[in-house]
T-cell receptor, first 114, second 111 residues
Framework: GQQLNQSPQSMFIQEGEDVSMNCTSS?????WLWYKQDPGEGPVLLIA?????ELTSNGRLTAQFGITRKDSFLNISASIPSDVGIYFC??????????????FGKGTKLSVIP | DTEVTQTPKHLVMGMTNKKSLKCEQH?????MYWYKQKAKKPPELMFV???????INESVPSRFSPECPNSSLLNLHLHALQPEDSALYLC??????????FGQGTRLTVV
């Protein structure tokens, strides 16, 4: 099956620092998604990437779809306390018969020290 | 509007109870999903509905029974659950080959 390796598993950073996390896979995905999840809540979509090589920004967040379609990274600039949470990458792939599935990375837990 | 609404937000049920989780979206999305998420783990896919038809069942035990009454609603019927079924249950919807939007989840505790 599809598997994603997400790193790092956890990060402790000072407020104001930049953050970088990434996902790699041996499989090709046709869409990469980045989600943030707060405790007890559902994942919230941050950025969606649709084309190999695509670089997309959403405020202080920047993500790229790797040229090989097997990897993606997410950068957060000038971190603030509300960036705390678990960040998941997800690769979207066709499971046939018009259905699509997401494969999730194991998540990166971000802690911001004020 | 990218809202997926799940009810209830919290549910405590006994192992002999029958309960249902509900999910609603009004974005016209043709695909709807149920995921199960345990603490500190990523969401795990349970079921996929495409055009109101069940298209994927990830070998989920029969004590979980999904239902899609119409294109906006998705239910998950629960019966004779075990304590290990306690988890956050997430509903998501997608317009197709694009991104998936998640609801806030139902925190289920089986006692």
């Amino acid at each position: 099956g599809q598997q994603l390796n997400q790193s790092p598993q956890s990060m402790f950073i000072q407020e104001g620092e930049d953050v970088s996390m990434n996902c790699t896979s041996s499989s090709i995905f046709n869409t990469w998604l980045w989600y943030k999840q707060d405790p007890g809540e559902g994942p919230v979509l941050l950025i969606a990437l649709y084309k190999a090589g695509e670089l997309t920004s959403n405020g202080r967040l920047t993500a790229q779809f790797g040229i090989t379609r097997k990897d993606s990274f997410l950068n957060i600039s000038a971190s603030i306390p509300s960036d705390v949470g678990i960040y998941f990458c997800a690769g979207r792939w066709s499971s046939g018969a018009g259905s699509y599935q997401l494969t999730f990375g194991k998540g990166t837990k971000l802690s911001v020290i004020p | 509007d990218t809202e997926v609404t799940q009810t209830p937000k919290h549910l405590v049920m006994g192992m002999t109870n029958k309960k249902s989780l509900k999910c609603e979206q009004h974005m016209g999305h043709r695909a709807m999903y149920w995921y199960k998420q345990k603490a500190k783990k990523p969401p795990e896919l349970m079921f996929v509905y495409s055009y109101e038809k069940l298209s994927i069942n990830e070998s989920v035990p029969s004590r979980f029974s999904p239902e899609c009454p119409n294109s906006s609603l998705l239910n998950l019927h629960l019966h004779a659950l075990q304590p290990e079924d306690s988890a956050l249950y997430l509903c998501a919807s997608s317009p197709g080959s694009a991104e998936a939007f998640f609801g806030q989840g139902t925190r289920l505790t089986v006692v």
